[in-house]
T-cell receptor
């Protein structure tokens, strides 16, 4: 399986600021995904990060609020912009396992964000 | 749209067997995943079913019936460390890797 790291692991931020979360994979992967998991809830897909093109956002999520970069096949960033307390959540990146020879999605350790 | 239903909580005794059910309705279907998530941690992959039937992997087995939109995860010889949330996630759309997660079943294993 792919080894995925995320930075930062956690952060506490002030309302109105922005935070960029990094996701690094140890092998080249075709698909990278960003999820949000609010307290006590399951995972919700924010967007699919496409290498060389704009991210594909799910209903309820927009690029201005969650800009995403995917400069190469091993790295992606998600920015949470103009944060409010409602953005307090765990943000997880995941990758499809095609680069590692499987079709499974593997998850990074997550970034726990608290907005005051 | 997607609709995934699984029990919110379950309790079982150490050493016993527990079955966690999941029913789903998706627009397109490309397989179903089960993930385990311990509190405060990321989900970890347990199983993937794309054909009808039972897939066995050690103490964990997963069953799929595509015609019924139904899956279950079977955990045998329960251990205390199996206390976690178990997430059912159908994969929708041909050629797509978009997972939709259920709300998860929180399993508590008691002595």
């Amino acid at each position: 399986s792919a080894v995925i790291s995320q930075k930062p692991s956690r952060d506490i931020c002030q309302r109105g600021t922005s935070l960029t979360i990094q996701c690094q994979v140890d092998s080249q992967v075709t698909m990278m995904f960003w999820y949000r998991q609010q307290p006590g809830q399951s995972l919700t897909l924010i967007a699919t990060a496409n290498q060389g093109s704009e991210a594909t956002y799910e209903s309820g999520f927009v690029i201005d609020k969650f800009p995403i970069s995917r400069p190469n096949l091993t790295f992606s960033t998600l920015t949470v912009s103009n944060m409010s307390p409602e953005d307090s959540s765990i943000y997880l990146c995941s990758v499809d396992g095609q680069g590692a020879g499987t079709d499974t999605q593997y998850f990074g350790p997550g970034t726990r964000l608290t907005v005051l | 749209g997607q609709n995934i239903d699984q029990p919110t909580e379950m309790t079982a005794t150490e050493g016993a067997i527990v079955q966690i059910n999941c029913t789903y309705q998706t627009s397109g279907f490309n397989g179903l995943f089960w993930y385990q998530q311990h509190a405060g941690e990321a989900p970890t992959f347990l199983s993937y079913n794309v054909l009808d039937g039972l897939e066995e992997k050690g103490r964990f087995s997963s069953f799929l019936s595509r015609s019924k939109g139904y899956s279950y995860l079977l955990l045998k010889e329960l251990q205390m460390k199996d206390s976690a949330s178990y997430l059912c996630a159908p994969l929708s759309g041909a050629g797509s890797y978009q997972l939709t997660f259920g709300k998860g079943t929180k399993l508590s294993v008691i002595p």
